[in-house]
């Protein structure tokens, strides 16, 4: 594998991972301010779920207005963009399982760097260590089979 694409593969991670604890920050630091101003006022059963459900779109909607929300929406976006790029040009077997576990990784690593609450930190470190092992094996067994491969050709020319 080239290092283009190795590197391509850990920018799609990076990108999806960092992204998601600001996308989940973003995402609850205004519902909190949204659920204050909601009208409770007596209507009609009919009319009373209908608005509800009108003011719940709205209310999701409104949240990609906020800065703390778009912006790492479409940086997400650009980390889908490369990552389909990638998966038109490269193996799926490897790309797949090397982005998703990256963006773990990445989401792990983000989430304590901004000081979110973690269960079992343990686990999550275990976890995040296993996935990159798991990787690692990956990557290790496609070289393996690259080589044998090579050396198989060159036995059937001789």
Known sequence: ?????????????????????????????GGSEESQSTDNRATPKDMSQ????FRSILRSLSRFLRVGVWFP???????????YKLLATEDLTLSVPICNALALVFSSLTSY?????????YRAALGSILVTVGVGLCLYSREVDEINQHVVSTETEL
């Open 113 to 121: 760097a901004l000081g979110e609450r973690v269960d079992k930190p």
């Open 1 to 29: 594998m080239e290092l283009s694409t190795l590197l391509s593969l850990l920018l799609v991670g990076a990108v999806w991972g960092c992204t998601n604890p600001f996308l989940r920050r973003g995402a609850v630091e």
């Open 50 to 53: 209908d608005r509800g459900a």
């Open 73 to 83: 929406y479409a940086l997400n976006q650009c980390g889908s963009l490369l990552y």
